[in-house]
């Protein structure tokens, strides 16, 4: 018990450095008052306590506070917002049903030929093994 609060200042600090560096990195520098990001970052690194606790107090962007009510929009994709339908499947797109059309005829007119050939090289060898003299 005795080393599991002996140890709980040193999670606690890592946590915070950890905490407050991701919050930094992922905030846009434009937000961000007092120094600048770069500054800020390094104040975290070298001083974790105190620069976590001054990204906290006078670091951090002032963001409105969200009163818990629901916005337009939030939590949709942009064209679930829109008026836009929504992208067609691939079995509604006529041109892809079409190039899968020629696709297939071409593939099909291959196949044909291969047996054709196949067909022509196995009734020569038929030939051969029938009339072994030429």
Known sequence: ???VLRGL???LEIGLLIFCLIEVIQTPADEIRGLAKGWWILLIV???V???IAWLVAGRP???RDPGGWRTGSGFPEYQRSNRRAPLGPDDDAD????IRMVNSEQEETLKAWEADLKRREAEQRRREADPEE
């Not at 892809?96 to 190039?99: G, H, K, S, Y």
Request: hydrophobic share 60%; aromatic share 10%.
């Open 96 to 99: 892809f049903l079409r190039e």
């Open 9 to 11: 200042p040193a999670l």
């Open 62 to 64: 002032v963001r409105p």
């Open 50 to 52: 105190v620069g976590g």
């Open 46 to 48: 070298i001083l974790p």
């Open 1 to 3: 018990m005795f080393l």
